[in-house]
């Protein structure tokens, strides 16, 4: 088996497992028997246990159900690879998992924690074609499975907050508006007009 991981920007790593199948010769005649064996290891090699849960965070809780997401599987791919009416296919192959983790950061701006929003899994098949001769079919290249993860960021809703404005308590003398308020009810509304008008110019 060849083993190799890859990595892009550190969102995205994986590991690719390449199964020496070519060595191995099958008669045409059991051809159906060893496509139906393939599709069992393949899809046991991939698939992801019932139920499975993934915290939200590395100290989730683990007595507190709501700490935790199930894993959403997506629709699967359709199978890659066109059938050959003189050799042998084998449909429907799990050759791919791709699990994307979806997260975001919460908390204050200068110590946020990320948290897991979603987590889905995503499986792909391919048809795998055998070349026969003489009764006798093999597979001319490796067998590529693929097991991948991508972590996809999703940036928070912004909640602006302000403190509030405290409240004061202002006790004005009586006279404070003298002599504004002095004299006779005209005088009163004319300089009441006039503070009106200075107000207005500013």
């Known amino acids: 088996a060849v083993v190799s991981t890859q990595s892009t920007g550190g969102q995205y790593e994986g590991c690719k497992l390449a199964l020496p ?5 099958v ?14 290891v393949t899809t046991a090699a991939t698939s992801l246990p019932a139920g499975t ?5 590395g100290n989730a809780s683990v007595s507190d159900s709501s700490q935790w997401l199930h894993v959403l599987v997506e629709p699967t791919k359709p199978s890659l690879g066109l059938p050959s009416e003189q050799d042998i296919t084998c449909y429907d192959v799990t050759t791919e998992v791709t699990y994307k983790v979806f ?10 924690q990320a948290v897991v929003t979603n987590v889905k899994v995503e499986y792909s098949k391919q048809n795998v074609v055998l070349l026969c001769t003489d009764g006798i079919c093999v597979r ?8 991948s993860i991508q972590f996809i960021y999703h940036p928070p809703t912004k ?27 005209r005088d009163l509304l004319a300089n009441t007009l006039i503070i009106v008008l200075v107000y207005l110019s500013t």
């Open 140 to 147: 001319q290249q490796y067998l590529v499975l693929s097991n």
């Open 21 to 25: 199948f070519h060595r191995y010769a």
């Open 53 to 57: 849960v993934v915290g939200i965070s």
């Open 103 to 112: 997260y975001t950061r919460i908390g204050n701006l200068e110590n946020p």
């Open 159 to 185: 909640t602006d907050r302000f403190k509030v404005h405290p409240t004061t308590t202002i006790l004005l003398p009586q006279n404070f508006f003298y002599p504004i308020t002095s004299g006779t009810r």
């Open 27 to 40: 008669v045409r005649d059991e051809t159906a028997a060893w496509c139906e064996e393939l599709r069992n």
